[in-house]
């Protein structure tokens, strides 16, 4: 989920419900509309984990989305 600390909410693609339809909005899914858009097709997708130090006992574990992409 976007924080609005770091990213002012009219700038998220998703990760909110939409206040007209109450449907769940996914920046992937918006990501790949604009993607499309700009003439460009996925040739990547996986889940990458990832690990955040945050001090001596304490860490982040966490599963980002990474996607590649070719131009047409």
Do not use: C
Not at 3 to 18: C, M, N, R, V
Not at 30 to 45: A, C, R, S, T, V
């Amino acid at each position: 989920m976007p924080i609005e600390e770091f990213t002012p909410k009219s700038k998220w693609l998703g990760g909110f419900q939409d206040p007209a339809t109450k449907e769940q909005r996914r920046a992937k899914d918006k990501l790949e509309e604009i993607m499309d858009g700009l003439g460009f097709e996925k040739i990547h997708d996986e889940e990458m984990p990832v690990i955040i130090r945050e001090h001596q006992r304490k860490y982040q574990y966490i599963i980002s989305e990474a996607t590649g992409w070719r131009k047409n």
